[in-house]
């Protein structure tokens, strides 16, 4: 489970952050909808705990990130806005590196490097140095690398920008069925249909602060709006008065 509290973050005069809260649930999956600049990579960057907020805590199953960032991130993987794969390295190095990284090796790891390879059809290019790969096929790479540890919680920021239809659709069923297995998901999206489709629970984020929370149904009865679209048009025209 990934908790929030009040969360805190500026750059300079901007507040790109404002006493954020909300939780992600074990076997659900929650977005982070809202439009670009939002704040939404801003918090993922916290929980992640590489960024420093100013205010407020982020816990990843009940571990202050702040407090014992590596126990936090053991139990977290993340898929950053960049995906920052080594090009000099295959697709199986890549995945195998963070891998040990993560404390894995020999039979184990290879074991995991070889079933994400297969989950995420990679067979073509599991051999091939990642240097000139296409958008799909480094967030194939991206992905396996911050699953190879097998975390209860992953964070996905905009995991299919970029993506072709096909490796869209690919994408959408590995988050179904990291659900499906019980982990907590959590995933930034500005993308309506996608949301729509896959979230459980839904967090939007207006100008750094919450406006809305809940599930698809609970948004569309809060605004009485029949259609999501509406519901998070109505809600961010409304946020927009936040200061």
Excluded: W
């Amino acid at each position: 489970m990934i908790e929030v509290n009040q969360l805190s973050k500026a750059f300079g005069k901007v507040q790109a952050v404002e006493d954020v809260s909300f939780s992600a649930p074990n076997g659900m999956i929650t977005g982070l909808l809202g439009p670009n600049g939002a704040g939404k990579s801003t918090t993922m960057r916290m929980i992640a705990g590489v960024l420093e907020p100013d205010s407020g805590t982020a816990l990843v199953d009940g571990i202050a990130v702040q407090q014992d960032r590596v126990a936090a991130q053991k139990r977290l993987g993340v898929l950053p806005d960049k995906r920052g794969i080594y090009q000099r390295l295959t697709s199986r190095e890549n995945i195998a590196y963070y891998g040990r990284l993560h404390g894995l090796d020999g039979a184990a790891l290879k074991g995991r490097v070889d079933s994400l390879i297969d989950l995420l059809d990679m067979d073509e290019i599991a051999d091939r140095r990642t240097e000139g790969f296409s958008t799909g096929q480094k967030v194939k790479v991206a992905i396996a690398r911050a699953l190879v540890h097998n975390p209860p919680n992953m964070m996905l920021d905009e995991p299919t920008v970029g993506l072709d239809v096909m490796s869209t659709r690919a994408m959408r069923g590995v988050i179904r069925r990291l659900r499906d297995e019980g982990h907590t998901v959590l995933f930034s999206s500005h993308i309506m249909q996608e949301v729509a489709s896959l979230c459980d629970n839904i967090v939007i984020i207006a100008r750094g602060r919450v406006a809305a929370q809940g599930s698809p149904d609970d948004l569309r009865r809060q605004t009485g709006k029949p259609d999501l679209e509406d519901a998070f048009v109505d809600i961010i025209g409304s946020g927009e008065g936040l200061e």
